[in-house]
């Protein structure tokens, strides 16, 4: 089901409910019916533009087919005489002006109905990219956790790999030290503890050393590891940025299109203003500054000029049913 079904429903529901008595407020019944009315005139538009492009792209297909075959013979190895060439060359380019402004115009339709299809589902379009920014965000949350981890277990493992080479090279340094000074001072007792005491240093360097190569295979693992994690990273923050990016294009549609509902309603007040200031026999200086820009796809400014012309549609007892 699609939304604008469902919206449909639950709009001939409500007024189900109002036969049975559970009538919705004025209000919320009134904003129910304009948006339905509002998909419903989006739809419309949509199968207007979309019959204009269609029968745009046919011309255009027509005039490829007749110029397909002069394409052939310019783009081809015969050798044509001069004054034939000539006038190829010319039948090609007659035709491919009309095709490129049949192109043109079904590529400014198709944006037309790009926008408006937009509009129509931007509920729906808007949920999805809410959601997958969610997901996006959980990721590299998840990420960052699992990269604090690896990190915090990376420095660990380095400070443990340089204290135990430390110790290791100190013991045997210690006991270099005791074997030479038990040697100046006639100690052979000493000297005996002593070079029983760098044999053993010397064993545990060459143990603590294979330790420590085999700590550095683990610190590489643990950088490439910590490098696959930062691409994750760096992919997630690329991949919200650019749905967020697509979202807020998106919410400026829709915006426009609120705003331009709005300022016709304020250029339907202002005809209204205009016709009384009129009656009255007053000026219309204020509103003469009057400067409201279109959004969106039209160029276009409401000025005075505008509230004139509205102001004809009003007659006294319009203006007096407020």
Known sequence: MNEFQASTEQHVLLAGRENNGLALPVSDSTAATGHCDKKQRL?????QLTAQRDKHLS???QHYAKMAPLEAILEGDEVIEEDRLTAIRNEHSSLKVPYDASNHRAWLLNAKITRREKLLNHETLMAGYT????????????LNEKRDSLSTRLVQIQQQAEEDMAKARQAETDAATAYAQAVAWGDIEGEKNANADAQKAAKNLTTATEHNRRQHLIITALE?????VDQHIAEAQREYSSIQKTA?????TVLEEQWNEQAQALMELGGKLWNVQGV???EHLSLMKLVLPQEGED???WTWRE???RSGKYSVQDILSL
Do not use: P, V, Y
């Open 131 to 142: 959601e997958s920014m969610a997901n996006w965000k959980a990721d590299e949350q998840e």
């Open 280 to 282: 009255l026999g007053g």
């Open 43 to 47: 739809i419309d538009e949509i199968n």
């Open 299 to 301: 160029f276009h400014s």
């Open 248 to 252: 807020m294009f998106l919410a400026r």
């Open 307 to 309: 509230l004139l012309d």
């Open 224 to 228: 490439q590891e910590l490098a696959i």
């Open 59 to 61: 011309d255009a297909e």
